[in-house]
């Protein structure tokens, strides 16, 4: 009876096909839409660990309390060992400490006298080690845009804007003046490696990212660190993980007494990413249902006037001694057979969508301009696992449900009445 009935859509196309181009352009909609929010969501909590917050953030209580002020004096001590110990306990996330600090960069002329100088904020994290993955993370090597990546320990890159602002060129020498993690007064010249262009709103005016060997060096900070940032493998934010993580690691490792005992902060916890997250997520579910309910209603009335279209041919099948009941099946079994066959392929017209999106992007740089906000400028999707089956819930059911509807028609009809049409017709 399957193959009878698939063989009815396939040879009457004036019946199926504009069903089928409908409904699969409807679920194609719903599968894009939904990767794209999401990527979207992900996008941005990637772009803010990385720069800000990691999915987790170990610091000290002191050092987390006046973070805006970068308290290097208050920073993270023995952290080798810290390491050590949070890599065997939890496998599943890699660590990366980081120091970030401030002061002045001067660079100096022919004579050695200051030429130009600025402000500038600088962020160290481990660019040399050969299993480091921050080269990787920032994705670094695609936005050198003069120069080369660090290559020694006393290189740094420094963001395009400043650079060129500073009229300074790669292999010239950039001096630090500020203080150490004591309170001394230091200066340390760094080389400049190249430039770097990292596609973030907001970020680039005054910065620098350095080796984290090189930043020890200048801030006496060796063996410490400002924050130990912490990432999952995959790069993808659990938000409920996170926090269980930190709940126990504050439980084992953080002691209300010690103002510089471990202490840990999921991304939610910091910067009020919390309040980003959750609006974040409630928006993209109530977009997403918006349009699904619209989908499903447009699906529905497909299916309901697509069976009033046919009551004609239900009449005469009925009239031929077919019941009421089989004739309403195979009108269910037809929908069910359209609809999944379009949600077939308008999820997979969805999916190479948000593949292309989540690969290439959407750059919408010149929207932002003016705009001072960490963020960044290519907008990508993202294919989640339920973008798999997602579609098939407008694409089968919606229309399915509308055939039903319709379909109650055809055991109101009184064969007395239907002879009596077929009499007019003929």
């Given at each position: 009876m399957?193959?009878f009935?698939?063989?009815?859509v396939?040879?009457?196309r004036?019946?199926s096909?504009?069903c ?8 194609t909609l719903?599968?894009?839409l939904?990767?794209?929010?999401v ?6 909590l ?5 720069l800000?917050?990691?999915h987790?953030?170990?610091t000290t209580?002191?050092y ?21 110990a ?24 022919e004579?050695?006298?200051?030429r130009?100088?600025s ?5 160290a ?5 050969e ?16 120069g ?15 650079a060129s602002r500073?009229?300074?060129?790669p292999?010239e ?21 190249g ?22 060096q ?25 926090i269980a993580?930190?709940?126990g690691?504050?439980n ?14 999921a991304?939610?916890d910091?910067n009020q ?8 997520k ?13 989908v499903?209603?447009?699906l ?24 009421k009941?089989h ?16 949600s ?7 999916l ?9 992007g959407?750059d ?13 400028l290519?907008m990508?999707a ?8 997602i ?14 509807l319709a ?7 009184q064969?007395?009445q ?9």
């Amino acid at each position: 009876m399957v193959r009878f009935l698939i063989k009815g859509v396939l040879r009457d196309r004036s019946r199926s096909r504009l069903c089928f181009i409908i409904i699969g352009g409807c679920v194609t909609l719903t599968v894009f839409l939904r990767g794209f929010f999401v990527g979207f969501l992900d996008d941005m909590l990637r772009q803010s660990a990385i720069l800000l917050t990691g999915h987790v953030k170990v610091t000290t209580p002191a050092y987390a309390e006046e973070a805006d002020l970068l308290p290097n004096d208050l920073a993270i001590l023995e952290v080798d060992s810290l390491l050590a110990a949070m890599s065997a306990n939890y496998p599943d996330l890699f660590w990366s400490p980081r120091i970030t600090f401030a002061g002045l960069l001067d660079i100096p002329d022919e004579s050695g006298e200051t030429r130009t100088q600025s402000p500038m904020m600088g962020i160290a994290v481990d660019l040399l080690s050969e299993d480091t993955r921050q080269p990787e993370l920032w994705d670094l090597a695609p936005k050198i845009t003069r120069g080369r990546l660090p290559q020694e320990p006393d290189e740094v890159l420094l963001g395009e804007e400043f650079a060129s602002r500073l009229e300074v060129e790669p292999g010239e020498t950039a001096t630090f003046i500020g203080s150490t993690m004591h309170g001394g007064f230091t200066t340390y010249n760094f080389r400049v490696a190249g430039m770097v262009s990292l596609g973030v709103s907001g970020i680039g005016d005054y910065f620098i990212l350095a080796d984290l060997g090189g930043a020890r060096q200048a801030l006496d900070m060796q063996g410490a660190a400002s924050e130990i940032f912490g990432f999952y493998n995959d790069m993808y934010y659990d938000d409920p993980a996170a926090i269980a993580l930190t709940a126990g690691f504050n439980n084992i490792h953080n002691r209300a007494d010690d103002a510089y005992s471990p202490f840990m902060q999921a991304l939610r916890d910091q910067n009020q990413m919390g309040q980003v997250v959750d609006y974040a997520k409630i928006e993209m579910w109530v977009i997403i249902l918006i349009f699904m309910t619209v989908v499903t209603i447009v699906l529905w009335n497909l299916g309901l006037m697509s069976g009033l279209r046919r009551y004609g041919e239900f009449g005469m099948r009925l009239a031929m001694g077919e019941t009421k009941g089989h004739v309403f099946g195979t009108t269910v079994a037809e929908s069910v057979i359209i609809g999944l066959g379009a949600s077939v392929i308008g999820t997979a017209v969805g999916l190479l969508l948000t593949y292309l999106v989540q690969e290439v992007g959407i750059d919408y740089s010149s929207m932002m301009e003016g705009y001072d906000f960490p963020m960044t400028l290519v907008m990508r999707a993202k294919i989640t696992p339920d973008c798999w089956f997602i579609g098939f819930i407008p694409g089968v059911f919606a229309t399915m449900l509308g055939t039903m509807l319709a379909g109650r028609g055809i055991f109101k009809r009184q064969l007395s009445q239907l002879f009596k049409e077929l009499e007019l017709e003929a």
